[in-house]
């Protein structure tokens, strides 16, 4: 296991111990709201918050879910450690936030009532838009009481992800987060202009995200990565006593691609979220009904399907599948051994994904019987 040292996470901008004039004693739970707007009616909209507090000071971490208000499963995976009695802080604050957009919540919606994508205001405007508002509100409370951040996503709308974290390398903390939180795919860029993870990043709470699953969803393993993910964070900053639990592979994404449909017609899957594939292997056939037309889609390297679309029926150019290049140093075929070993939470995860979608191969219209995810 390895330790986050101390120097390298700063003190939050303010204080952790009282909230909005309520003392947060330490080493208790503390439920608190935060304000963000008020509705058309004119009543007050409140995000529900809950503050663990440990018994000796340290780092301060936010965990987020339901930016998109449709994005349920991290809002499922912070339901876990709300109702984990045995989450004992030792040290530090652990600021735990299910619903973060609630008005995109309550209309099952990505977006807030303006159409506007909250994940695009921060850090915010308190005389700016809606939106504007209450990216400055999160901002000022959550983000400036913390030192790290953790923000759970998931796939867009008829699509899904399997489990990645994104994070900007270039910030050696928010670097360290992404290997400690222990997911197998992580995806290097600095995040959208705007976005939580970026915008707290700047302001010095380096922050990293997971993408994981499928909107208004929550899936049992994709809920299990991210506690594990949590929690190991919690360990490697001795907020939690624990041991790290890491898959024994780990690759860095650089470059990943969308491959999309040339012609409007059915798919047919040849691969599942998660999988490893070679450079010009076929990753969906789409053909016309009747089945006389067929375009084979293939892949442009040898990487790993990050994202698929779930929706069998396409137009041209509509997206097909999310590929992460793997390059020479990127561990593919180590993490694809890795992997078939029995029961590891990754194996289960792609087995789970890939019950969304009808996966056969282009020889034998069976599923494939050479892999090993489809055994069990
Ligand atoms: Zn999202």
């Known amino acids: ?160 992800n399997y489990p990645n974290v994104r994070a900007d390398l270039s910030n050696p903390l928010a670097k360290q987060l992404a290997i400690e939180f222990g997911s197998e795919v992580i995806l290097s860029n600095p995040g959208p202009e705007g976005s939580l993870r970026a915008e707290a990043t700047k302001l010095g709470v380096p922050t990293i995200v997971m993408e994981g699953g499928e909107v208004w969803k929550v899936e049992p393993a994709i809920v299990a990565t991210a506690v594990r993910g949590i929690k190991n964070i919690l360990c490697s900053l001795q907020m939690i006593d624990g041991n790290v639990d890491r898959p024994d592979t780990q690759v860095v994404i650089k470059t990943t691609k969308w491959i999309r449909a040339n012609r409007g017609g059915f798919l047919q899957f040849h691969v599942r979220p998660g999988q490893i594939v070679e450079q010009h292997q076929p990753l969906a056939t789409n053909t016309s009904l009747l089945g006389q037309e067929k375009n084979v889609l293939l892949s442009p390297f040898t990487g790993v399907v990050l994202g698929m679309t779930t929706l069998p029926a396409v137009s041209p150019g509509e997206p097909i599948c999310h590929i992460g290049q793997l390059d020479h140093d990127s561990h593919g075929l180590e993490l694809l051994g890795n992997r078939a070993e029995a029961k590891s939470l990754e194996r289960r995860t792609v087995k789970d994904l890939a019950s969304n979608v009808l996966v056969k191969s282009m020889e034998t219209g069976l599923p494939p019987a050479n892999d090993p995810h489809s055994k069990t």
């Not at 780092?59 to 876990?80: C, K, Q, S, W, Y």
């Not at 604050?93 to 309550?106: E, G, M, Q, R, S």
């Open 1 to 160: 296991m390895s330790i986050i040292p101390d120097h390298k996470w700063r003190a939050p901008a303010k204080p952790i111990d009282t909230w909005r004039g309520k003392k947060i004693p330490r080493n208790e739970r503390s439920n608190v709201f935060l304000p963000v707007s008020e509705s058309y009616s004119g009543i007050s909209l409140k995000i529900p918050i809950q503050i663990h507090r440990g018994v000796e000071d340290g780092p301060v971490v936010f965990v987020t879910a339901a930016l998109h208000g449709d994005e349920l499963n991290g809002t499922g995976a912070i339901r876990e450690l709300i109702c984990d009695d045995n989450l004992k802080l030792l040290r530090g604050a652990l600021i735990l936030v299910p619903i973060l957009n609630l008005l995109a919540f309550d209309r099952h919606s990505r977006y807030l009532p303006d159409r506007r994508d909250l994940n695009r205001f921060f850090p915010g405007s308190n005389k700016g838009s809606l939106t504007a508002r209450i990216a400055h509100k999160i901002s000022s409370e959550i983000v400036a009481r913390a030192s790290i951040g953790i923000d759970l996503h998931t796939a867009s709308v008829r699509r899904t």
